[in-house]
């Protein structure tokens, strides 16, 4: 079983950057593929960004594919997203999560998440 805590949300005006981190409890977290996901009010949740447990395979949505930058460091047991070039559309909460099954982009392949950090990006 792993623990997820996401930390770095906040406010930042368009163009911004944030990084998000998400901290794993366990001696398993390099076991894990991790993937970032997002929440905007009234939408559902929705994929961001996923990595391996290597670390080697990291995939984008299209939303974000040149603006966010997925990584891990799993001597930190964290896993981290950049955001660069931040527009209104990105705000939403941002969650964590945490599989076993493959590198995947549908929630509910993902067993473990975090309580999310929120993101607003203002115009």
């Known amino acids: 079983q792993v623990q997820l805590v996401e930390s770095g949300g906040g406010l930042v005006q368009a163009g911004g950057s944030l990084r998000l981190s998400c901290a794993a409890s366990g001696r398993t977290f390099r076991t894990y593929h991790m993937g970032w996901f997002r929440q905007a009010p009234g939408k559902e949740r929705e994929f961001v960004a996923a990595i391996s447990w290597t670390g080697n395979v990291p995939y984008y949505a299209d939303s974000v594919k040149g603006r966010f930058t ?3 460091d799993n001597a930190k047991n964290t896993v981290y997203l950049q ?3 931040l527009k209104p559309e990105d705000t939403a909460v941002y969650y964590c999560a945490a599989t076993r099954v ?3 982009t549908l929630a509910n392949e993902y067993n473990y998440w975090g309580q999310g950090t ?3 990006v203002s115009s």
């Open 70 to 72: 997925i990584s891990r």
């Open 102 to 104: 493959r590198l995947s």
């Open 118 to 120: 929120q993101v607003t």
């Open 83 to 85: 955001m660069n070039s």
